[in-house]
C-alpha cells in the first residue's frame, strides 16, 4: 500500500514524493509486534521488513523496527500517529516531520494500486531479491 496524501504526494519514509504506482520505493505494509506485554502495530517498508517508519523528536525517518518510536503507529480520521500523540506533517520541501496532533497533521489515506506498469513486477521483485539476500536469505521467484 501507499501512503497518499490528497494532493497525490506518497509517504516515503522521510519525504512526501509524487505517488507513482510502479515505484516500489512507496510501499508499506502493516505489522504487529509482539515483543512487548501489549501487540504493537508498526509500518514496514514493504521490501525490507526490518525498516519501519520511525518517529525521532519531531522528525519521520525510514529506521530500524526494533527503535521505540516504530511501535504503536495508528492511522484515524486521516491522521497518522504514532502513540496517539504524535501526527504525520508535511515540513519545508516535502519534509516528513511529526507534530503534537493537537497543532495539526497531514491528511492522508492508505491506497492499494491497482495497475502494476509492465516490466516493474521484474524491478519490483529484483528489489525484493536483493533485501532478502542482504539478510542471507535464498531468493524466491513466484511467476
Not at 81 to 91: P, S, V
Not at 105 to 130: A, D, W, Y
Request: hydrophobic share 30%; net charge positive; with cysteine.
Amino acid at each position: 500500500m501507499q501512503i497518499a496524501t490528497a494532493d497525490d504526494y506518497c509517504f516515503d519514509g522521510a519525504r512526501f514524493r509524487t505517488c507513482n504506482d510502479g515505484d516500489p520505493t512507496l510501499r508499506w505494509g502493516i505489522g504487529i509486534d509482539f515483543r512487548s506485554t501489549e501487540p504493537s502495530r508498526n509500518l514496514f517498508y514493504f521490501f525490507d521488513r526490518e525498516k519501519c517508519a520511525v518517529r525521532e523528536g519531531e522528525t519521520a525517518r525510514k529506521g530500524d523496527c526494533k527503535n521505540k518510536g516504530a511501535a504503536r503507529w495508528g492511522w484515524r480520521d486521516g491522521k497518522l500517529t504514532q502513540g496517539g500523540k504524535h501526527c504525520l506533517g508535511r515540513g519545508r520541501d516535502n519534509k516528513a516531520i511529526m507534530v503534537p496532533c493537537s497543532e495539526g497533521h497531514e491528511h492522508v489515506n492508505f491506497i492499494t494500486p491497482e495497475i502494476v506498469p509492465v516490466g516493474t513486477q521484474q524491478s519490483m521483485f529484483g528489489e525484493q531479491e536483493k533485501a532478502s539476500t542482504r539478510r542471507g536469505a535464498t531468493p524466491r521467484r513466484f511467476e
